[in-house]
């Protein structure tokens, strides 16, 4: 391909440009570079405001001059002309007649598709189709599907894109529908990497907790705002009103949230709050000082706060992340003391919960009783009021603790039985971080003996292996199966063996001498089923199998998205009695708050349990995996429980972690090809 910048240099290529096309040539070839179909002449005349005619004396000129530069003008008689153009140099012509000499850096869909976003949420007035197909370099119909997927976001906060006939777009909602999406949008903006180019310093300010990336970021979704003024204002807060620091991402939301409120007072777009949630918000101790932090923004900012941005301002503190109260107080028990004893007693039910589920004893560790609670505390508060937190770790939780994660969506059966709450997949990743510290800290080998028949060599062979596959595994010793008996059975926890035997008290995983990947698999396997005594014992009788019927596993389906999912399977469970319509509607619903895809491919799609008849899960296997909130799904659980029947609930993501934690069983799920298989 030719390059431009090595025919001519972007001044002479202007040059040239008005020597052989008129200023009319270079809008033709504008509207054909926006347009992906052939469009007929007589369209190009209408949209110039001349006769057709002049539009094909002028298409002579712009085919001459296409050629330059390795471009093609097409003509299909009867349908029309378009321009056939790699996309490279269909941005480098887009350079070219919009004047520019340099050549731009396309953006990749992503980053074009989050700067429409920025636009659409910044703009007073509808944004211009054109005027975006132009300013990024591709066309109309691309801008289309780009607008599809901004509205699809946005529907996350009951928000649409409307169109006016002129060609024009914005974003149609409430004021604190709006609010909200701003600020998602800043929290999905933090996480990206400024240039260094970008980042500043803001003529020389220094800021004591607000990062430079963070502060670009801010400031180009919301320019006019004296955020030096607003960190003074929240530092002064910190030191004189509350028991501990604000958490650095806790510290960044409340500074958006305050940015985002002066921005759209200052537009006389007001929030509005009822009087009686105002009225509710008032009896606690964060509203005296929402109303010292509205009292010295009015002073610093000369313009007065209305009462419901001083209760959102409440809100804010209610769900903020304080630091773990550890790092103010050394004693547990005077940390306990400062957390209401019903939330202590959630917080032991949960780990009673995920210790069951995960077959371990966790309410030993006060550190885990302790941190939990703390953080219970502002999560209960943050669900009740319907407040969003942004958990920046989510997807690397759901990569490392992928099996944690699961067994701690088992949670939602106390949050919703015992608060009426629904957990979000944010704070589930949160209570997975709790989880998993505990865990690390409970971390102790599984003890082998290894019988093979040959000599040191393949010995050494299998301890390589062994020891480079799995880590968490300790050799004790490698013998014949003459010699087992000169161990105590206490001694170790199960047996590795090239060899066959029948008689052994211990559980034996039977493998070759190059312990292949399907051995490493069985022995994970037994690893994890001898840490879950408590729960062997307790799936006697097979009790959460009764959950799944033959009827409702689907094998290898298709299907374009998960709400067409969701519908179809929750339809046939409505139809054949097992749950009501509402079951479905809840379902659909909860996944526009939150997602409930788990990690591993998996998803759990759950309705709320007072709509459950019969409890039942429906599993789906996929052919191609589906888009879930951003994640590639490929099985998927319809969970319709009874919370209140806590043995079987229990039972259900006991199994259901088993199989999150093995790669061996998820894939057998997916390679199934009959409802018997499966």
């Known amino acids: 391909m030719m390059n431009l910048k090595s025919r001519k240099t972007g001044s002479e290529l202007r040059v040239g440009m008005k020597t052989i096309c008129s200023e009319r040539c270079k809008e033709i070839i504008k509207i054909l570079l926006t347009e992906e179909e052939p469009l007929p002449a007589s369209e190009i005349a209408q949209r110039l405001s001349v006769s057709t005619k002049t539009i094909r004396n002028d298409l002579v000129k712009v085919e001459e001059f296409l050629k330059q530069y390795e471009a093609e003008l097409k003509k299909k008689p009867k349908v029309g002309v378009f321009i056939e153009a790699t996309t490279d140099l269909r941005q480098q012509l887009f350079s070219v007649v919009r004047g520019k000499s340099v050549y731009v850096q396309p953006y990749s869909t992503q980053e074009r598709q989050r700067h429409i976003t920025k636009e659409l949420i910044q703009s007073e007035n509808p944004v211009v189709l054109q005027d975006l197909a132009e300013r990024f370099f591709v066309s109309r119909t691309t801008i289309y599907h780009d607008l599809k997927r901004i509205e699809n976001w946005l529907s996350r906060f009951e928000l649409t894109i409307e169109h006016e006939a002129k060609g024009g777009v914005f974003v149609k909602g409430s004021e604190s529908s709006w609010r909200k999406a701003a600020a998602e949008l800043l929290m999905e903006l933090k996480k990206e990497s400024v240039p260094k180019n970008r980042r500043s310093s803001e003529g020389g300010v220094v800021y004591q907790r607000l990062k430079s990336d963070d502060l670009v970021q801010l400031t180009d979704l919301i320019p006019d705002v004296d955020y030096k003024a607003l960190e003074e204002i929240l530092i002064e807060t910190e030191v004189h009103h509350l028991d501990c620091k604000i958490s650095y991402d806790a510290?960044?939301?409340?500074?958006?949230?305050?940015?985002?409120s002066l921005e759209r007072i200052k537009r006389h777009k007001d929030i509005q709050m009822m009087?009686?949630?105002?009225?509710?918000?008032?009896?606690?101790?964060?509203?005296?000082?929402?109303?010292?932090?509205?009292?010295?923004?009015e002073q610093v900012f000369s313009m007065t706060l209305p009462e419901a941005e001083i209760g959102y301002i409440t809100?804010?503190?209610?769900?903020?992340?304080?630091?773990?109260?550890?790092?103010?107080i050394d004693d547990d028990g005077q940390i306990l003391k400062t957390v209401?004893?019903?939330?202590?007693?959630?917080?032991?039910?949960?780990?009673?919960?995920?210790?069951?589920?995960?077959?371990?004893?966790?309410?030993?560790?006060?550190?885990?009783?302790?941190g939990l609670s703390i953080h219970l505390r502002t999560t209960i508060r943050r669900l009740q009021y319907g407040l969003s937190l942004r958990n920046p770790l989510l997807k690397e939780i759901k990569q490392k603790y992928q099996s944690i994660f699961g067994a701690a969506w088992a949670t939602s059966v106390i949050f919703e039985k015992e608060l009426n709450l629904k957990i979000t997949e944010e704070e589930v990743g949160y209570l997975t971080i709790h989880i998993g510290a505990a865990l690390e800290r409970k971390k102790e080998k599984s003890k082998v003996l290894v019988v093979c028949a040959s000599g040191i060599g393949t010995s050494q062979l299998i301890a390589s292996r062994l020891t480079r596959n799995i880590p968490e595994l300790e050799i004790v010793g490698f013998l014949s199966v003459s010699d087992i008996d000169r161990y105590e059975p206490e001694e170790y926890d199960f047996i590795i063996s090239t060899v066959p035997f029948s008689k052994?008290?211990?559980?034996?995983?039977?493998?070759?001498?190059?312990?292949?990947?399907?051995?490493?698999?069985?022995?994970?396997?037994?690893?994890?089923?001898?840490?879950?005594?408590?729960?062997?014992?307790n799936m006697e009788g097979n009790a959460a199998n009764n959950l799944f019927y033959k009827?409702?596993?689907?094998?290898?389906?298709?299907?374009?998205?998960?709400?067409?999912?969701?519908?179809?399977?929750?339809?046939?469970?409505?139809?054949?009695?097992?749950?009501?319509?509402?079951?479905v509607e809840s379902a659909i619903g909860r996944e526009t708050i939150t997602s409930t895809m788990v990690g591993g491919g998996v998803a759990i799609p759950h309705g709320e349990s007072k709509y459950v008849n019969v409890p039942v899960v429906a599993v789906v296997t996929l052919e191609e995996p589906i888009d879930w909130m951003g994640e590639q799904v490929e099985t998927v659980f319809l969970l319709a429980l009874k919370f209140e029947q806590e043995q079987e609930t229990r039972k259900f993501f006991a199994k259901f972690h088993t199989m999150l934690e093995s790669d061996h069983q998820r894939q057998a799920l997916l390679s199934a090809k009959s409802k018997d298989e499966l």
């Not at 510290?251 to 985002?260: P, S």
């Not at 209401?340 to 966790?362: A, C, M, Q, R, S």
């Not at 089923?529 to 062997?536: E, F, G, I, T």
């Open 315 to 328: 809100l804010h503190l209610l769900g903020m992340r304080l630091l773990d109260l550890s790092e103010c």
């Open 251 to 260: 510290f960044v939301a409340l500074i958006m949230h305050l940015a985002i």
């Open 275 to 297: 009087p009686e949630q105002v009225e509710k918000l008032r009896k606690h101790k964060e509203f005296e000082i929402a109303q010292e932090i509205a009292r010295k923004i």
């Open 340 to 370: 209401e004893p019903e939330i202590i007693d959630v917080t032991y039910k949960i780990v009673e919960l995920v210790g069951y589920v995960l077959g371990v004893t966790l309410t030993d560790d006060k550190t885990l009783i302790t």
């Open 551 to 583: 009827e409702h596993l689907y094998v290898r389906q298709n299907y374009k998205d998960k709400d067409a999912l969701i519908l179809q399977i929750g339809n046939v469970l409505r139809d054949t009695g097992f749950v009501t319509q509402e079951f």
């Open 504 to 537: 052994s008290e211990k559980p034996v995983v039977f493998t070759d001498v190059f312990v292949n990947d399907e051995s490493i698999h069985q022995i994970r396997d037994t690893m994890e089923s001898l840490k879950r005594p408590l729960l062997n014992e």
